[in-house]
């Protein structure tokens, strides 16, 4: 997210006319970059980590091509996305959810356990979209979707032992990774439809 900052203030100079030391933000900003890509890719694990040279991940981790980075499908994502899967997926719901992080690992010195956050779900449907896994990101939009109530309004978080909402209700996090998600999907259904031939209605 510094990356991202910095990344932001010299676009507002360049593409916006704003003011500011883009020459001394640039370099800040590229610095960043190597540093993040040097300590902060596994290349032995193929992933991204929660922290510089760990090896455990972070369903942030998928915030990497939403603020521009990396590209959605990019080899270093994919191989990020194929270990949150095997770290974070909670194999004990039908439809998995995506856990934030391993809390057993004691990072956050909180005690171990809580129940998925439904924001990070909803960035691996951003994800899977972006990158091709169509058939991935609409199955689990669709179970994500399901989990709200008669009134549309999803929780922070999803006990998927006891099949019901945890955590603040309603959560704002919640619906707007739902409408990132939407957004990538609705993006991948326009694609198709050009690539049909059909062309694209606004």
């Not at 800040?28 to 760990?54: C, K, P």
């Not at 391993?102 to 909803?122: I, K, M, N, Q, W």
């Not at 999803?158 to 603040?168: F, L, P, T, W």
């Amino acid at each position: 997210m510094m990356w991202a900052a910095f990344d932001s203030a010299v676009r507002a100079v360049l593409d916006h006319g704003m003011t500011g030391p883009v020459k001394r933000w640039k370099e800040l900003r590229d610095r960043l970059r190597e540093e993040i890509l040097t300590h902060g890719f596994n290349a032995e694990l193929n992933t991204f980590t929660q922290t510089y040279g760990g090896t455990h991940t972070d369903a942030s981790l998928l915030c990497i091509p939403q603020v521009g980075f990396l590209a959605y499908d990019d080899d270093k994502m994919l191989g990020t996305v194929v270990r949150l899967e095997q770290e974070l997926l909670d194999a004990s719901a039908p439809d998995a959810l995506l856990l934030r992080y391993r809390t057993d690992t004691g990072v956050d010195g909180l005690e171990p356990g809580e129940h998925p956050f439904l924001a990070c779900s909803f960035w691996l449907v951003e994800q899977y979209a972006r990158s091709g896994r169509v058939d991935d990101a609409g199955g689990l939009m669709d179970a994500l979707v399901g989990l709200s109530n008669e009134l549309g309004l999803l929780s922070e978080e999803y006990a998927v032992s006891e099949g019901r909402m945890a955590g603040n209700f309603p959560q704002a996090f919640s619906h707007l990774a739902l409408v990132r998600a939407a957004d990538a999907l609705h993006g991948v259904d326009r694609l198709s439809l050009v690539s049909a031939g059909h062309g694209a209605r606004g």
